[in-house]
């Protein structure tokens, strides 16, 4: 799989470093997809998660910066803040071997995708009306 097959043109912020860092998530959750089968290699599957993980919270506080004027931005942050508590929580599961991979690696996608189109377009798009 590559990244063709995931992005849509609706996932556009109209942002492009946003837009970017969007895509470059998505190239770590294929990563991620493509390792989850290999049971033997406990190692490398923890860290595709970490490397998703860790690049989540740098590029929400990227765009956290961005939409600092946005009069809702709190909103915004405790969904990522909430997000980012709930990776913690995957990684204490995974750690205790408890983590049922599949099902986080399609809920990740699934979150991932849903919070752009819903959340990041509404809110780069209202910031664009205010200005
Ligand atoms: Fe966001």
Redesign the pocket.
């Known amino acids: 799989m590559d990244i063709t097959a995931i992005w849509k043109p609706e996932y556009s912020v109209g942002h492009q470093e946003i837009d970017e860092q969007h895509r470059y998530l998505f190239e770590l959750w294929i990563m991620l997809d493509s390792m989850k089968n290999q049971s033997d290699n406990k190692l490398s599957l923890e860290q595709a998660l970490l490397s998703l993980f860790d690049y989540v919270e740098i590029h929400?506080s990227n765009?956290?910066n961005y939409?600092q004027a946005h009069p809702t931005i709190e909103e915004?942050k405790k969904?990522?803040a909430d997000f980012i508590g709930q990776t913690k929580l995957f990684m204490e599961q995974f750690s205790a071997e408890k983590l049922d991979i599949h099902t986080v690696v399609d809920f990740l996608l699934d979150w991932i995708t849903h919070?752009?189109v819903k959340?990041?377009v509404r809110?780069f798009k209202e910031l664009k009306q205010k200005a």
């Open positions: 929400f765009e956290e939409l915004h969904i990522h919070h752009i959340t990041d809110y």
